[in-house]
């Protein structure tokens, strides 16, 4: 399944485009407290995918 996943809801920030090694950004800690980001993804239409639970995992790099 292709898809990407963007920083805003209008979705005019790529992060990544579902492949093993997106290029996501460095969350960097305020005073040592952990960070959640907001992430959005958005689907191409017609592709032929099983109905079901689909995942994945994404990694990024806490300073």
Same mark, same amino acid.
């Given at each position: 399944?292709?898809?990407?996943?963007?920083?805003?809801?209008?979705?005019?920030? +790529?992060?990544?485009?579902?492949?093993?090694?997106?290029? +996501?950004?460095? +969350?960097?800690?305020? *005073?040592?407290?952990?960070?959640?980001?907001?992430?959005?993804?958005?689907?191409? @239409?017609?592709?032929?995918?099983?109905?079901?639970?689909?995942? *994945?995992?994404?990694? @990024?790099?806490? +300073?």
């Amino acid at each position: 399944m292709q898809y990407n996943l963007h920083s805003d809801a209008a979705c005019s920030y +790529l992060w990544g485009e579902g492949t093993s090694e997106s290029n +996501l950004p460095t +969350l960097v800690p305020v *005073n040592h407290a952990p960070r959640t980001p907001d992430i959005f993804g958005r689907l191409p @239409t017609r592709q032929f995918v099983s109905a079901g639970i689909h995942s *994945n995992r994404m990694k @990024t790099k806490q +300073l």
